[in-house]
């Protein structure tokens, strides 16, 4: 009854979807009804809806059954009814891709697109270039010139649409209705014209020069639609891009002449490439920037907002050329309109002064509550922001952002917060106790299972090396009593490294994680039965090791080599050193100034260690290298060894095994009237590296990549680890048919000269993370310590010292020393990783400033011969 009451109501207040319940068997049986005579559009149109609404709701129907109805539905064309036809051209471009022998229609709707209903002939023409493959594409070809040029607007503007469409299954019969393209930009209609450019273009995108001359053409002629325009704009600057052209280029003087036009689209446009272009300068940025300034004073909203978004994302790159634009955004932080008043404050806080900091953050708070969240997370990534910039403000905006996390919120929202205060106490050690007590304070009522196991990860990482560490523990141990299991056993954890760092709270953690042993989930009875076990030894490398550092190694290269020790029995212990490394994470983050686009802070992580693994499995399949033992590493970018423009494209992959190195080179034939065969890289140095093997790529074809291997032995000598190579590509050249691909010749043995490549230190060291570095080189002890003093002449900073001397050795950075605190004359430089071998490495550099650099670099390693190649890295 009460179902059949909100119905009703529904009904009444003219809500509700009719079609909620739709069954698709009694839909198709419905379908009968096009069968019969005379033909009753208006319900025959709803018929044809409930199909529609099927379809489009992600509704299964078989072949057989669209079939059957799609047979049906060309009765329905004896109607002249304006809207059933319209609907049945609908449907038919639905099933298309269902039905079977949908070519039935082709003959029906050839005759509606050159009927003379002109209300039929557009989507007509839409319908059979759907159903249209490249074999019945020249049947209707002088039909389709003939749209093209039709006086009919809507019968014009379906031709070229359907035409880009139809050029990805026949792009050779399209291009040649290039002369009524052309006939068509043209045009009178602002669609048409848009329509028949984007044609062109289409059609001429794979040669730069003619689409370099379509746009200086119509650049010098002036187009009426302003979407041509906007299309314009966009084909010049991916040119401006693929050329790197700079200013002076005349695509970029359109591009800036567009500014000037009358339309407020195509300023916008234009504008906005400029804004986004790669490398503009800010005398280049000054007219886009001043165009926005003007619209942000726009009575229109959507102008309003769209130029106050753009300036946001100017303020991430070149935040002193939006200062100018500074007073018109504290104007639109009153705006009624939300979402401009949020990226105005967001903008603002990238590009106003220090002292303007605490003013912004008031004005902020006024209206945080009428925003949603998405619009949050923007505000919290401005503030994050801000903090780098200003890190002594991070008092009032680590108070601030507390604030927010008491609020109500989503997990987005909460957990954009949480890694803004967690950012800001890994960059600004004056932060770190401030942010922890707020981290600690929001797990107390934290309702998110992934967001409480992050703080308690956090809180066992930092916490034990803070002032006072005891204070934590209450927050900790609060969770073992109160949480659920996953959130139990990160905070057993959180405590075994407290109790592993903390020599005076060893024995009161070791109480606390007994009484976890009659935990319920086996989980945490497992974690704490360990902890304790590993504690009570009282032994640091032991804790280091098993607490505090954890293993380094690859979950899927672990799986894959204890599968492997099953299959083949032996009496001899499994040895980890077998087990690849998790190597470390390349994290590119992107602030989200667009919530338009991306609400949420849009992370894109790219991990190196799944790339390893497919090279592993990659090479594994390789006969010749199954008896080079595990792969070691393999470098995270490719060397380039030709330029992208040559006629051969060849890039270099390094794998470092324990006592050779593999080179990958990937080949590519840029050439379609030549085929290569027996491609091999012969490789020669006089550094004492020896050629074991070459293994060539059987054949390559124009345009598809093929994969040749050198493998090279190491030295026996241990202090050879670098060298450079010249590399020669040998390959026999067959000339071919371009189109066929078919070889005219028994061809010739020919050589290409690539470019060097060489062998560093980094390519015999992995990196690793090592949480706690202190009691990592306590654990490694000074047996193999070697220590030694550098003058770094030729670098003149402490910041280029670091990231060069982080380059030569291919380490890890740890407790974030990379990060140089800003007028320090001097600093600390911690580095940790294994050598090729499964050797550890850490590295401990002072850094002096006093002209030029002084270092003086010590070196610990369970390898003497590991510590003297580390150590003479950088000299």
Known sequence: MHMLRRDKKEDEEGGGNPFQNLEKSSVLQEARTFNETPINPRKCGLILTKILYLLNQGDHIGTMEATETFFAMTKLFQSKDIILRRMVYLC????????????????????????????????????LCKITDSTMLQSIERYMKQAIVDKQHAVSSAALASSLHLMKASNEVVKRWVN?????????????????LGLLYHIRKTDKLAVSKLVSKFSRHSLKSPYAYCLLIRIATKLLEEEGAGSESPMFEFVESCLRHKSEMVIYEAAHAIVNMKHTTAKELAPAVSVLQLFCSSPKPTLRFAAVRTLNKVAMKHPAAVTACNLDLENLITDVNRSIATLAITTLLKTGSESSVDRLMKQISTFMSEISDEFKIVVVDAIRSLCLKFPRKHGIMMNFLSSMLRDEGGYDYKKAIVDTIISILEDNPEAKEAGLAHLCEFIEDCEHTVLATKILHLLGREGPRTLTPSKYIRFIYNRVILENAAVRAAAVTALAKFGAHCEDLMQSILVLLQRCLMDSDDEVRDRSAYYVSVIK????????????????VSIVGLERALHQYTLEPSEKPFDMKVVPLATQPITEQKTAANPSAAPTKATKEK???????????????????????????????????????????VRCVKHTFSNHIVFQFDCTNTLSDQMLENVTVQMETGDGFEIVRYIPAAELKYGITGTTYTCVQVPDDPSLVTGTFTCTMKFVVKDCDPNTGEPDDEGYEDEYVLEDVEVTVADHVQKVMKPNFAASWEELGPENELEDTYALSSMKTLEEAVKNII???????????????????SHTLLLAGVYRGGFDVLVRSKLALNDGVTMQITVRSNDPHASEVIAAAVG
């Open 180 to 196: 009524e393209a052309q006939e068509a930009v043209n045009s009178d209609s602002i669609m048409v014209q848009y329509h028949a």
């Open 807 to 825: 380059q030569f050795m291919g380490l890890q950075p740890c407790e974030r020393t990379d990060k140089v605190p800003e007028g320090k004359s």
């Open 537 to 552: 030894k009282k032994q640091m490398a032991l804790s280091s090791m098993y607490i505090l550092n954890g293993l380094q």
């Open 607 to 649: 991990q190196a260690a799944s790339t390893q693994d497919i090279y592993a499995d990659q090479l594994g399949r390789v006969p010749e290298f199954v008896g080079l033992g595990p792969l070691f590493k393999s470098s995270p970018q490719p060397v380039e060894l030709t330029e992208s423009e040559t006629e051969y494209v």
């Open 92 to 127: 038919i471009k639905e099933m298309a891709n269902i039905a079977e022998d949908v070519i039935i229609v082709t003959s029906s709707l050839t005759k509606d697109m050159t009927g003379r209903e002109d209300q039929f002939r557009a989507p007509a023409i839409r319908a």
